[in-house]
């Protein structure tokens, strides 16, 4: 069983044309509107994306917690040592005073 060369010219640009014309599709987020209506989409504010604005968050309710238990030990007193003694005590909490 032969194939001509004519046969075979025409079967190649076929598969060529559906090749061609199958990847000539249209992708919404490849449009003129969709790119103006969010010229920055990665941007959350002036300077900033959302996981840098998520780790800044993440820092100051680190910072906010630390200084809440720092806070709750100066309410209950138990920051430093008693100074109603006439002896010395160390203080332990490891601050100068």
Known sequence: MRISVRSAALATSI????????GCTSD??????YIKGDLT????????TRLD????????N???WRAFSDDWGRIWLTDQ??????????NTGGNPQ
Do not use: C
């Not at 919404?28 to 509107?33: I, V």
């Not at 604005?53 to 100051?60: I, K, P, S």
């Not at 040592?81 to 160390?90: E, F, G, H, M």
């Open 62 to 64: 680190n910072l906010s």
């Open 28 to 33: 919404k987020y490849h449009t003129w509107d």
């Open 41 to 48: 989409p990665e941007m959350a504010g002036i300077s900033e």
């Open 81 to 90: 040592p008693t100074l109603l003694t006439p002896y010395p005590v160390v």
């Open 15 to 22: 598969l060529a044309g559906a090749f061609m014309a199958s």
């Open 53 to 60: 604005q998520d780790r800044d968050l993440a820092v100051v």
